[in-house]
């Protein structure tokens, strides 16, 4: 039982890593000019954005079949920082110190879930 409720919790992790990099797509594809309004939808970048993120979400059901829901959710707010980092790195944005203060709460949450 514990090596599927390891194997949960990764699962989990990766599936909010691959939901994240889902919205860095469809943000990227916001950039792009299209001919009509159809075509804003209905292009690679967000079928492929949203295929990615379909997975994400199954693999997010059958990882809560083994972990408590409140392990789920302190586990889903690492999704904050994988979307910090990568508008910081992608979209060149600015890492305020709100931004990383608000961060830094968010790992210790972590961290206190974990030790409790």
């Given at each position: ?9 990764i ?47 199954t ?58």
């Amino acid at each position: 039982m514990h090596n599927s409720f390891l194997i949960c919790v990764i699962v989990l992790l990766m599936s909010v890593f691959m939901a994240s990099i889902s919205q860095v797509i469809l943000k990227k594809s916001t950039f792009k000019h299209y001919d009509s309004v159809i075509r804003e939808y209905i292009n690679l970048p967000v079928i492929l954005a949203y295929s990615i993120f379909l997975i994400a979400t199954t693999m997010t059901v059958f990882a809560y079949s083994a972990i408590p829901l409140s392990l789920g959710i302190a586990l889903d707010t690492t999704s904050y920082l994988y979307i910090t980092f990568f508008g910081v790195v992608i979209f060149k944005e600015k890492l305020t110190k709100q931004k990383v203060f608000s961060l830094a709460l968010i790992i210790l949450g972590i961290l206190i879930y974990a030790l409790v």
